[in-house]
């Protein structure tokens, strides 16, 4: 069975800094595209940045430059390094990836973590 765990979150002041964890664990051949989405209350979940397995990277708009995502792919763990925090960064952040469970298999399947939460104080 397919896990992702993530860790890293935790209380901050403003202009303060955090890194997120997200480690896949389970039976799976390959990892595709890992992604970190959040919730603030009351609001939608957005994605914040995402990275592919050769380590192309997307950013929301509202992140670019303060956040940075990366990857182990030995460690079959995605990271993101979240500096310059603001009080609208708190929310719940989630982790996403695209798996392959078999060697063959065309299509990926789509796990979720069950989120850290981040709280930025002003």
């Known amino acids: 069975q397919v896990q992702l765990v993530e860790s890293g979150g935790g209380l901050v002041q403003g202009g303060g800094s955090l890194r997120l964890s997200c480690k896949a664990s389970?039976?799976?051949?390959?990892?595709?595209?890992m992604n970190w989405y959040r919730q603030a209350p009351g609001k939608q979940r957005e994605l914040v940045a995402s990275i592919s397995r050769g380590g192309r990277t997307n950013y929301a708009d509202s992140v670019k430059a303060r956040f940075n995502i990366f990857r182990d792919n030995a460690k079959n763990t995605a990271y993101l390094q979240m500096s310059s925090l603001k009080p609208e960064d708190t929310a719940v952040y989630y982790c996403?990836?695209?798996?392959?469970?078999?060697?063959?298999?065309?299509?990926?399947?789509?796990?979720w973590g069950r989120g850290t939460q981040v709280t930025v104080s002003s």
């Open positions: 389970g039976t799976f051949f390959s990892i595709n595209a």
């Open positions: 996403n990836a695209g798996i392959r469970l078999r060697e063959f298999q065309q299509y990926e399947n789509v796990y």
